[in-house]
């Protein structure tokens, strides 16, 4: 693993990610016939009849270039012929709250940074052609016309290149990675001393030493049936016999997400565990399915397909492999689909993109809410994340529609398991070679 190198090189790294976005971002002003971007990190809001703030943090168009996530009302502008991008930074006075985010002093000059202190300010400064500008942001700060605040073709194009990621969008996420494995490892420690979900989820925290509203997602952390509650943040505070535990949790790096899910036996002689190896052992055989060109929609298909074998294999189901997939019994067992894009959105952006101006690959009629459809390319980092869960809703259903297809009497003794998710991300490479950041993380 070479994160510790990679630290060291993050300036570099940093100088390298902000030419080539400024390459992409003055190709994409080029082919929109527009002088100018501008990226607002975005503006803290108020809860409901309330003087408190919701926890800020910066919308991920701001995140791909900048690594300041908790600095609201910051503004990156991209010109069409610029060396540089530009960065103005609010500067009010403020007693009430720490001193705001600084842009690490070794990555500050490969940007032009400005002050202001005022929105009027940088009006004057910024909307000179404002028929030639566009604004990506929460709120219409400028007051621009509506057709150039956040339009359609310019967040297509936009979202189309952050699919290809740079080195250090790598860099930080095989940091983010490195970052969370002890934190894994304390939960996974915690769970078998007899903790409660919430303190799992504070070991984890500890472990990793960020807060709760450093997380690039809410910790899941499930003992018992609530492993099947796919995304389960209601932590329990109470003990309880342990059986199961389920945890999904990343941690970031410079606005890059780690996304990383294991699942737990008490019994290490259950059958449960020895289900959790046989999933664990058919997600590294979808890891190396994977490649430049190859479909998301065949890998789901190919995901339902092992899944399915394991459920036979213990006696679960009681139709074929071809009969569990034709008759949509799989998805029963396995609802979500096998894994996203992951960076600066821990589900990132572009994924069903066929091109820059916005058109869809069509989904497909089997599988129509696959978050990724796109055929793999280089340079993308993606989850492989295939689940069996027992969630009792769902096995209602089949137990209506189609009764006779698996074993109900076993699968009661399953129910109080909840489930099995495996997760880990991947970075595909030009040259093919696969890496697997999580893997490679717990091995070190």
């Known amino acids: 693993m070479k994160s510790a190198q990679e630290i060291s090189d993050f300036p570099s790294l940093f100088k390298q990610h902000i030419d080539e976005k400024l390459a992409r971002f003055q190709a994409i002003l080029e082919s929109l016939d527009y002088d100018q971007i501008i990226i607002g990190s975005g ?3 108020l809860q409901f ?23 609201s009302n910051c503004f990156l502008q991209i010109q069409r012929n610029a060396p540089k991008p530009s960065l103005y930074l609010s500067c009010k006075e403020d007693i009430w709250h720490t001193a705001p985010q600084e842009l690490p002093i070794e990555f500050s000059q490969h940007i032009e940074i400005t002050e202001y202190r005022s929105i009027d300010t940088l009006k004057d400064t910024m909307l000179k052609h404002q028929d030639r500008l566009l604004l990506i942001n929460e709120t219409n700060d400028f007051d621009i016309p509506d057709n150039h605040w956040n339009p359609r073709q310019a967040l297509s194009a936009i979202d189309f290149q952050r699919r290809s990621k740079t080195a250090y969008e790598q860099a930080c996420i095989r940091q983010a990675t490195k970052l969370a494995v002890p934190a894994h490892r304390a939960a996974e420690c915690a769970f078998m001393a007899g903790a409660t979900e919430l303190e799992i989820a504070s070991a984890y925290l500890s472990a990793c030493k960020k807060s709760e509203n450093d997380m690039p997602y809410a910790i899941i952390a499930g003992i018992n049936e609530h492993a099947a509650v796919l995304h389960h943040h209601q932590l329990n505070s109470q003990p309880v016999e342990p059986r199961s535990f389920l945890i999904d949790a990343g941690v970031q790096c410079n606005n890059y997400a780690s996304d990383i899910t294991r699942t737990y036996a008490f019994d290490k002689g259950s059958d449960f565990s020895a289900m959790i190896q046989c999933l664990d052992n058919a997600q590294q055989q979808l890891v190396a399915e994977g490649g430049i060109g190859k479909s998301p929609m065949d890998l789901q298909f190919l995901a339902q397909q092992k899944i399915a ?3 036979i294999d213990f006696k679960l189901l009681k139709v074929s492999v071809e009969q569990a997939l034709d008759n949509n019994i799989i998805k029963t067992f396995f609802p979500h689909g096998l894994g996203h894009h992951l960076g600066s959105n821990v589900h990132d952006k572009g994924s069903r993109l066929a091109n820059p101006q916005g058109d869809l690959i069509a989904a497909s009629k089997k599988y129509p809410n696959l978050r990724a459809s796109a055929p793999m390319q ?3 980092v993606y989850t492989v994340e295939p689940g069996i869960y027992f969630i009792p809703s769902l096995l209602n259903k089949l137990r209506v529609n189609q009764p006779d297809s698996v074993d109900w009497d076993q699968i009661e003794n399953w129910i109080p398991y909840g489930g099995i998710r495996i997760e880990d991300n991947i970075i595909l490479h030009a040259d093919g070679r696969l890496e697997n950041i999580t893997r490679q993380a717990f091995k070190n």
């Open 378 to 380: 280089a340079n993308q």
């Open 309 to 311: 074998e394991i459920l």
């Open 49 to 71: 009849q309330d003087d408190m703030a919701y926890p800020f943090k910066a919308n991920p168009y701001f995140r791909e270039w900048m690594p300041l996530d908790k600095r």
């Open 43 to 45: 503006s803290g809001n």
